[in-house]
């Protein structure tokens, strides 16, 4: 029998919303997939879904069928620009902004589904803090907090990350800043934050680095393209190049944690590499 292979598991959030962090998932998928990883992104703000949108998709199922059982997790999932599927989620749909703790454990789970055919699983959560963000958050390997230019950005990056430390026990983060002026601008943005992360809380966070203020990223939103993909020269496509080449050089975990994980089955077979 095969050893199974690790598969990355990404958390993409920010706190707030208007930071870009659907732009960064998608953007981050395509890139990855450019580098030849087989990648899903899944849209877990469920009730506001909007990766369909971005992408000029139209998806027949999606995640409110897989939790209705009426189908399964490979029948909503659908072939989407730049090389990657979607994982589609529901727009307007209030009982899917609430998730039980038991939906939220089959969703999660549903995925061991298709880990044979997937290395990396992008998950782009909803704004905010609420359980279901937390929820998604704790179920992946690596946490990246998207933060803008914004007051409000680097307190709710920090409300969120401090309440994950808290309640949930982590303490590492990997930050990205979006929509910079200025690489100096981006590292500014991080020094705020682990200004109030290193006097207030237990936690390691990571600088990433940056994506710059483009106006390609607002062309390609109105033609429903990743910026990679419609603009593959400008200077945010590169930029989300070098994030990915950063990702791929990310150690992937292979034990389990003891909680509710993506592919926790899989970790379960795999031999400790520890």
């Given at each position: 029998m095969s050893i199974p292979h690790p598969v990355q598991v990404i958390a993409v959030t920010g706190g707030k919303g208007g930071v870009g962090k659907t732009n960064v998932s998608v953007?981050?998928?395509v890139s990855l997939a450019?580098?030849?990883?087989?990648?899903?992104?899944?849209?877990?703000?469920?009730?506001?879904a909007?990766?369909?949108?971005?992408?000029?998709?139209?998806?027949?199922?999606?995640?409110?069928h897989l939790l209705a059982g009426e189908c399964r997790l490979s029948d909503i999932m659908i072939d989407a620009p730049g090389g990657i599927r979607i994982v589609p989620a529901s727009s307007g749909t209030q009982s899917l902004v609430s998730l039980s703790a038991h939906e939220h454990a089959e969703l999660v789970h549903a995925f061991s589904e298709v880990e044979d055919d997937i290395d990396v699983?992008?998950?782009?959560?909803?704004?905010?803090?609420?359980?279901?963000?937390?929820?998604f958050v704790r179920a992946a390997q690596e946490v990246l907090v998207v933060v803008c230019d914004e007051p409000t950005s680097i307190t709710d990056a920090y409300a969120l990350i401090k309440l994950l430390n808290r309640d949930c026990g982590m303490n590492r983060f990997r930050v990205l800043a979006n929509m910079v002026r200025s690489e100096q601008e981006g590292r500014n943005m991080y020094a705020k934050l682990t200004t109030v992360t290193d006097r207030f809380l237990d936690v390691t966070l990571q600088y990433v680095g940056s994506i710059p203020y483009d106006?390609?990223?607002?062309?390609?939103?109105?033609?429903?393209?990743?910026?990679?993909?419609?603009?593959?020269?400008?200077?945010?496509?590169?930029?989300?190049?070098?994030?990915?080449?950063?990702?791929?050089?990310?150690?992937?975990?292979s034990a389990p944690r003891g909680h509710l994980e993506f592919f926790v089955e899989r970790l379960v077979r795999m031999p400790n590499q520890r």
């Open positions: 953007n981050l998928s450019q580098a030849g990883r087989r990648v899903v992104l899944m849209d877990a703000d469920l009730g506001l909007n990766v369909d949108v971005l992408l000029g998709l139209r998806p027949v199922y999606n995640v409110s699983l992008v998950v782009d959560t909803a704004a905010g803090i609420s359980e279901s963000v937390v929820s106006e390609s990223v607002r062309k390609a939103v109105k033609q429903q393209q990743p910026v990679c993909k419609a603009f593959p020269r400008s200077a945010a496509a590169q930029a989300f190049g070098k994030l990915a080449q950063k990702v791929l050089g990310w150690p992937v975990m």
